[in-house]
């Protein structure tokens, strides 16, 4: 027997996810507006060296791309909404540039929180028990971040899957 399907049936996990994202892509906007703005009344900064003057050289161009980033997630979420399959793709594509963001972050994070660690040690002569304790939330915080990314990056990954399959699809013909 043949499976037909309604064509212009709206499931609900499109209009969920659609809502979610117009949600978070406002918020992620303001932010990153916000940011921009805030940054762009401090500049010009005074010059420092090393990571950190790399990583203030770099500000404006962070805030600025995570502000298109957030207004193209806004956008694709808002024709994900309407039914509009160019939405569909490129809100995938962001989805597959947010989970690369959210890895590459993750292993950011984890050199960032190697470094302020080994310096609050190297500075800080503390006991061994308090070094250990220390050493046990840090490496609890240190899992507890690699488990919080890669379970987002799943989910993310599983919406991909959603909006590739045959019934959604069928939404934005």
Known sequence: MPIT?????????V???????????LIASGSALLQHAMLASLLPLPPQAGLTGLLVAKLP???????VLSLATLASAIGLLLRLDWARRTFIGLL????????LGLWLQ????????DHALSSASLPP???GVFGGFVTAARVMAVVVTLGA???LAW????????????EFA
């Open 5 to 13: 399907i309604a064509v212009g049936a709206r499931s609900l996990f």
């Open 15 to 25: 209009t969920a996810v659609a809502w979610l994202f117009i949600g978070l892509g």
């Open 61 to 67: 161009w962070v805030t600025g791309a995570s502000l």
């Open 96 to 103: 597959v540039v947010a989970i690369v963001a959210n890895l």
């Open 110 to 117: 984890q050199e960032l929180m190697q470094a302020i660690v």
């Open 129 to 131: 028990k308090a070094a």
């Open 153 to 155: 990056c799943g989910l």
């Open 159 to 170: 919406i991909i899957r959603r909006l590739m399959s045959a019934s959604v699809r069928q």
